[in-house]
Every structure is written in structure tokens, then in C-alpha cells.
């Protein structure tokens, strides 16, 4: 259930971090009935499983330890390095959804400005997609939620409950860092940064927002991912 203050409007940053941290939760609260209710595929592939994988582009080697990705939105690219010696099942789980083109024509479906922009769960009609089994949170690997950084949504109630749904950190936010093994403490889990287009997602922060049925603080204006794709 959202609370009203989730659905007030940030007054100052402590409030937008607040804002924020219910809409992780809201958000993965919304797509945990959906998966009740049978919209989830329960035969899919595990998040672990092996995937065909691209090659590297000509001239190009690819890092297995720290392959890139590039995010191609309507209103510009950008560019991720993710880091799979740190959080080597979420990378494969993340990259399993980008080689099955997953996340192509997804929504960037929230924007908490000055804090964090929520990604790959949700289509263009604002219909939640089904997803595969969560998987292990790897958030005690070292890795902070600085600005510039890419994590995985969770329950705030579930460590283990990450699928497929990602934000990008917008600021230096500690508190969704790991810091004892309870579920309020265990933090979210960076998987990779941003190394090019970081205006571009300051860019998205400015948009105007609004409140649907589904979701809290959405984007008046649809920001479309048009793929994520391997670019080394």
C-alpha cells in the first residue's frame, strides 16, 4: 500500500531520499502480486542460466570480468561497465535480460530527482513484464551507491528478492549500502557505473512527473528505452 507521503511531492532532500527508498519497495511490491497472480513465468530460465552471448564489435576485446553495455534511450545514450568480479550473478542476470531482449522498449517508469531513476521492468503501456526467479543479493560485495552507479530494485523486506528491474544512483546514497546481513541493512547491490551519459540521465532527473494508478513519481513524458545491447 503507498503510504500518502509517498505520494507528496520531495520538499527537500531528506524527504526526496525517503520518497525514494518507499518507491523501491512500492515498486517491487507492485510486481510481487503481479507474479502471484500468474503474470510471471514460472517456466523461464533461471537468472543464472547461460545465454547467447554477441561477440565483441570489430577490433574490440571484451572484458569477460567487466563487459559494457550501451543503453539507448529516446532522449539519449548510455554507456555502463559492469563489473562481474564483484557481483558476477547479477551481471549475468542483468546481461540474460539484455541478450534476450528483455529491457528493448522499456520504460524509465520513475524519477526521484537528486536521487534515483528506476528502469527494466515495466513496457510503454505501463504493463509490468514477466520476469524470471529472483536471484541471490550480492550487495555485501564491496561496491557503494555512489553517484554514477547502477544497483538492482528489491524488496525492502526480502534480500533475495531482486528480477530484473535496475536504478542508476543520482547521488551518493549510503544508506541502500550494505551494512549487516537484516533486511532493512543488507543494502542494494551495484553491479556497474556509468562511464559515458551521465547528462544524459541528468537530463531525464529534470522531467516533470507525475502519479498514475500503478506508479508514483512517473514521467509525464515517456522516456523509451529503445535496447540495451552489448557493446564490448
Same mark, same amino acid.
Given at each position: 500500500?503507498?503510504?500518502?507521503?509517498?505520494?507528496r511531492?520531495?520538499?527537500?532532500?531528506?524527504?526526496?531520499?525517503?520518497?525514494?527508498?518507499?518507491?523501491l519497495?512500492?515498486?517491487?511490491?507492485?510486481?510481487?502480486?503481479?507474479?502471484?497472480?500468474?503474470?510471471? &513465468?514460472?517456466?523461464? !530460465?533461471?537468472?543464472?542460466?547461460?545465454?547467447?552471448?554477441?561477440g565483441?564489435?570489430?577490433?574490440?576485446?571484451?572484458?569477460?570480468? +567487466?563487459?559494457?553495455?550501451?543503453?539507448?534511450?529516446?532522449?539519449?545514450a548510455?554507456?555502463?561497465?559492469?563489473?562481474?568480479?564483484?557481483?558476477?550473478?547479477?551481471?549475468?542476470?542483468?546481461?540474460s535480460?539484455?541478450d534476450?531482449?528483455?529491457?528493448?522498449?522499456?520504460?524509465? +517508469?520513475?524519477?526521484?530527482?537528486?536521487?534515483? #531513476?528506476?528502469?527494466?521492468?515495466?513496457? #510503454?503501456?505501463?504493463?509490468?513484464?514477466?520476469?524470471?526467479?529472483? #536471484?541471490?543479493?550480492?550487495?555485501?560485495? %564491496?561496491?557503494?551507491?555512489?553517484?554514477?552507479?547502477?544497483?538492482?530494485?528489491?524488496? !525492502?523486506?526480502?534480500?533475495?528478492? !531482486?528480477?530484473?528491474?535496475?536504478?542508476?544512483?543520482?547521488? &551518493?546514497?549510503?544508506?541502500?549500502? +550494505?551494512?549487516?546481513?537484516?533486511?532493512? %541493512?543488507?543494502?542494494?547491490?551495484?553491479?556497474?557505473?556509468?562511464?559515458?551519459?551521465?547528462?544524459?540521465?541528468?537530463?531525464?532527473?529534470?522531467?516533470?512527473? +507525475? &502519479?498514475?494508478?500503478?506508479? &508514483?513519481?512517473?514521467?509525464?513524458?515517456?522516456?523509451?528505452?529503445?535496447q540495451?545491447?552489448?557493446?564490448?
Amino acid at each position: 500500500m503507498r503510504s500518502t507521503e509517498a505520494r507528496r511531492p520531495p520538499m527537500n532532500s531528506l524527504r526526496s531520499f525517503v520518497v525514494f527508498l518507499l518507491g523501491l519497495a512500492i515498486v517491487w511490491s507492485a510486481g510481487c502480486s503481479k507474479t502471484e497472480t500468474g503474470q510471471a &513465468d514460472p517456466a523461464a !530460465a533461471p537468472a543464472s542460466a547461460a545465454a547467447s552471448i554477441p561477440g565483441p564489435a570489430p577490433g574490440q576485446a571484451a572484458d569477460p570480468l +567487466h563487459p559494457v553495455v550501451l543503453i539507448e534511450t529516446n532522449l539519449g545514450a548510455i554507456t555502463v561497465r559492469l563489473d562481474a568480479e564483484k557481483a558476477p550473478l547479477t551481471v549475468d542476470n542483468f546481461l540474460s535480460y539484455v541478450d534476450s531482449g528483455f529491457y528493448n522498449q522499456t520504460i524509465i +517508469h520513475q524519477i526521484f530527482k537528486g536521487q534515483g #531513476i528506476m528502469a527494466g521492468g515495466y513496457g #510503454i503501456d505501463l504493463v509490468e513484464k514477466p520476469t524470471r526467479i529472483p #536471484i541471490r543479493n550480492e550487495a555485501h560485495n %564491496g561496491l557503494k551507491n555512489r553517484r554514477g552507479t547502477v544497483a538492482m530494485v528489491r524488496s !525492502a523486506d526480502a534480500v533475495d528478492s !531482486a528480477r530484473s528491474q535496475f536504478f542508476f544512483n543520482l547521488a &551518493d546514497n549510503d544508506a541502500l549500502d +550494505h551494512r549487516d546481513r537484516t533486511p532493512e %541493512g543488507y543494502g542494494y547491490c551495484v553491479f556497474g557505473e556509468v562511464i559515458s551519459g551521465m547528462e544524459v540521465l541528468d537530463k531525464i532527473a529534470e522531467l516533470p512527473v +507525475h &502519479d498514475m494508478p500503478q506508479l &508514483d513519481s512517473t514521467p509525464t513524458q515517456p522516456v523509451v528505452i529503445k535496447q540495451i545491447r552489448r557493446s564490448r
